[in-house]
């Protein structure tokens, strides 16, 4: 299941654990996000730390001002994040800092209404950076061209398919 939440936990009796994919993470008392879909489970820390685990092996402590990216399969690297990049989300803003387009096509195709492509490979490689409103993603696959060497073709099935230029 795809979806992203914050949790905002006070200390309790009893653990609070947000499990998915076969990941779980622990809340240490903080303020958290995660994200989940296609890549796996991205937990991003605002305040205090989290545990996060897959049941294989050590858990990986987070604290704030850092994010991940795990799966059942294993836990990715501690990433520091900016606090504003972490904050984007419930101000309804994609934030993208070098990003390849295989990967950011996944966080628009949330908020895109048509099913969204890349034409190949290479053109997965593209990076984009930017702040954009997720509540104008089709407005940013209009602008795309004008950001990167790309296309973007409408197919006959409705859905867009983005490729290189060159």
């Known amino acids: 299941m795809n979806g992203q939440a914050r949790f905002n936990v006070v200390h309790g009796a009893k653990p609070f654990i947000v499990r998915s994919q076969g990941v779980a993470v622990r809340d240490i008392g903080t303020v958290f996000d995660v994200r989940s879909d296609v890549r796996g489970v991205q937990v991003g820390v605002l305040e205090g730390a989290v545990e996060v685990g897959n049941g294989h092996g050590p858990v990986q402590p987070l604290r704030a001002g850092q994010q991940m990216l795990a799966s059942a399969s294993g836990l990715g690297a501690v990433q520091s994040v900016p606090r504003e990049a972490l ?9 993208f800092d070098g990003t390849p387009l295989r990967e950011a096509i996944v966080d628009l195709q949330r908020y895109s209404e048509q099913p969204l492509h890349l034409a190949d490979a290479r053109t997965g490689e593209l990076r984009l950076s930017g702040e954009f409103d997720s509540r104008q993603v089709p407005a940013l696959l209009e602008r795309l061209p004008a950001v990167l060497p790309v296309n973007v073709v409408r197919g006959a099935e409705g859905g867009l398919t983005i490729g290189r230029k060159d």
């Open 87 to 95: 904050e984007a989300w419930p101000a309804a803003l994609l934030r």
